[in-house]
C-alpha cells in the first residue's frame, strides 16, 4: 500500500506513518518543513501542485488527512482575531479540502482508494462544552467536507471516514490526554482497514464507536 499523510513530523501523524512503514507500507509524511520526508504545507496551493507532481502517476492508496493546528485553547471570547479564525480555518479546513483535492487524481490510480479525515469529537453539534470556538468549527466543517465528499465519490470506489482520535498525549493533546499516541494510531489503522464504500461517511471514534454528529 502507497499512504500520504499529512502533518507526519510528530504526534499521531508520526506513530501512523511509523507503523504502516513497520507493516511494510510505502509512506509519505508531509509537514511545514522537511522533517516528516515531504514538505507541504497544506495551506499553500503551489506546494500541493508541487507534491502532487513528486508522486508522479503513482497510485495512492490511503490518505491521511491529519495536520492540524489548535490555536484557541483556552482562549478567552475577548481575545479573538480574524488572524486566529484566517490560520484555524486555513490548517484544518482549506487544508485539508485542498489535499483531498490536489491528491484525488492519485487516489483515482488505485484499486481500493480511502481517505481518512482526522476531525475531533470538538465537531460535535450535541457536545458544546463551549469555548475553542474557532477550532470546535474547523473540526465541524472537516467533518462536513468528509460527509459530503463520501456522497460524491462514492459512485468511484473511493471511500472517506472520519474520526475522532481520542485525547491523544501529544504536542496539542497535552499531558493530561487520555490515551498515547500508539493506542490511538493502532484504533485509527484497524478504522482505515474497516473503511470502504459500504461504510463511507462514517464518523466514528479511534476504538471504533460511531461519534454522535
Ligand atoms: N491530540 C489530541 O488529543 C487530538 C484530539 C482530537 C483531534 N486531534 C487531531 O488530530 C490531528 C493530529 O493531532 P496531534 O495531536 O498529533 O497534533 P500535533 O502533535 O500538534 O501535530 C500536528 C501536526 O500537524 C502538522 N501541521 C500543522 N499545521 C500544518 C500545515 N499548515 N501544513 C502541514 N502540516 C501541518 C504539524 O507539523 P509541523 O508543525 O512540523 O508543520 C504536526 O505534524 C489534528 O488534526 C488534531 O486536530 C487531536
Given at each position: 500500500m502507497h499512504a500520504v499523510i499529512t502533518g507526519a513530523s510528530r504526534g499521531i501523524g508520526r506513530e501512523l506513518a511509523e507503523r504502516l512503514r513497520e507493516q511494510g507500507h510505502e509512506v509519505r509524511g508531509t509537514a511545514?518543513?522537511?522533517?516528516?520526508?515531504?514538505?507541504?504545507?497544506?495551506?499553500d496551493p503551489g506546494q500541493q501542485a508541487r507534491f502532487a507532481a513528486e508522486i508522479g502517476e503513482r497510485p495512492v492508496d490511503l490518505l491521511v488527512c491529519n495536520a492540524g493546528v489548535y490555536l484557541d485553547k483556552g482562549m478567552a471570547l475577548e481575545e479573538y482575531t480574524a488572524e486566529i479564525w484566517?490560520?484555524?480555518l486555513g490548517a484544518n479546513v482549506t487544508g485539508v479540502f485542498l489535499t483531498v483535492q490536489a491528491l484525488l487524481p492519485k487516489l483515482r490510480l488505485a484499486q481500493e482508494p480511502k481517505i481518512a479525515i482526522i476531525s475531533s469529537q470538538m465537531a460535535s453539534h450535541h457536545r458544546a462544552p463551549g469555548g475553542?470556538?474557532?477550532y470546535r468549527a474547523s473540526k465541524a466543517a472537516a467533518l462536513?467536507?468528509?460527509?459530503?465528499l463520501a456522497t460524491d465519490l462514492k459512485p468511484e470506489g473511493i471511500a472517506?471516514?472520519?474520526?475522532?482520535?481520542?485525547?491523544v498525549r501529544t504536542d496539542m493533546g497535552g499531558e493530561e490526554g487520555d490515551i498515547s499516541v500508539e493506542e490511538s494510531a493502532a484504533g485509527l489503522l484497524a478504522e482505515f482497514e474497516k473503511l470502504s464504500v459500504e461504510t463511507t461517511g462514517c464518523f466514528n471514534t479511534w476504538d471504533?464507536?460511531?461519534h454522535q454528529y
Open positions: 511545514r518543513g522537511h522533517s516528516a520526508g515531504h514538505r507541504l504545507d497544506v495551506t484566517g490560520q484555524s475553542s470556538y474557532a462536513n467536507i468528509g460527509r459530503n472517506v471516514g472520519i474520526y475522532h482520535p481520542g485525547w471504533g464507536r460511531p
